[in-house]
């Protein structure tokens, strides 16, 4: 089985626009239209039996709506391998309510991004939210590291990440692109040993960059097979997850990397897919 723990949908009447847009921010082609449709058809291409949705509140307006409607995904899609998180924000203000209905709901999870919601992971706004959604037992995915479309800016970095896992406990908490992206050294050294999930999204081989000559070669390497075995050594291949970050890279390529990585099948399969089904319960 072939779980993708991470994708992105918009709507059908704006993702060409925003598809545009995010692809102009981050100088990298999209690999997909942007659509629900879109993503089911590059995962029957890739052979992924579940992908899950990672949706993003940029402001507090939009938090019912999207759980709402996440909830409504799943239960015309779900047959289809479709699971889609919920979301919160940290402003929120009844964000223990919320959370009680994404529960209710049957999401098996919460999507935050500290970057685009502009706040530090270790910000007590975060935190109280994490500590709400370990007391209902939900998983939570954040973005972690650097942000493509934000130079510079880190909102979650591996001290910040570490700081709440000693704050709250263990729970389930999945950190993006490899626990930090671009923060990778950093990773090793601080979250050895936490009880935490990384997952592989847009971390891989390297950026596949827009025709416009804004990237430097050194800027377009990611992990390569070697620095990903350290990754495996520090935390097991029971704590990595995969992931694509559809539609910003390519299904078939990503798991190609894993496949050819020097490990055994059983190791590559908990990678691929066997970890999430367990977080998942699918």
């Not at 954040?142 to 263990?170: K, W, Y």
Request: glycine share 6%; proline share 4%.
């Amino acid at each position: 089985m072939i779980i993708d723990m991470h994708t992105h949908i918009f709507p059908d009447e704006i993702s060409a626009a925003v598809i545009d847009k995010l692809s102009h921010v981050s100088r990298t082609p999209a690999f997909t239209d942007g659509t629900l449709n879109g993503l089911k058809k590059s995962m029957d291409a890739a052979q992924i039996n579940f992908s899950v949705i990672l949706p993003v509140a940029t402001n507090t307006k939009q938090v019912e709506k999207i759980n709402s409607a996440s909830a409504a995904l799943n239960e015309k899609n779900f047959d289809e391998g479709i699971i889609s998180f919920g979301c919160i924000h940290p402003d929120f203000t009844n964000y223990r309510e919320e959370l009680s209905r994404v529960k209710n709901f049957g999401l098996k999870g919460i999507k935050i991004h500290p970057v685009y919601q502009d706040v530090n992971l270790d910000d007590v706004k975060f935190l109280r939210i994490l500590d709400r959604a370990a007391e209902l037992d939900l998983i939570v995915v954040t973005h972690a590291g650097l942000d493509i479309g934000f130079p510079g800016v880190v909102r979650c970095s591996p001290q910040m990440a570490c700081n709440v896992v000693e704050e709250i406990g263990e729970f389930k908490f999945i950190l993006a692109h490899m626990g930090g992206w671009k923060n990778w050294s950093e990773v090793l050294k601080i979250l050895a040993g936490k009880k935490i999930y990384l997952d592989t999204s847009f971390s891989t081989g390297k950026i596949i960059p827009r025709n416009d000559s804004h990237w430097q070669e050194e800027d377009l390497k990611l992990l390569d097979a070697a620095k990903f075995m350290s990754f495996v050594e520090t935390f097991g291949a029971e704590r990595l997850l995969f992931g694509t970050d559809s539609p910003w890279t390519s299904p078939k390529v990503s798991i190609e990397f894993i496949k050819n990585l020097p490990l055994s099948d059983d190791d590559k399969n908990k990678i691929l897919g066997d970890n999430a089904q367990r977080l998942l319960k699918v």
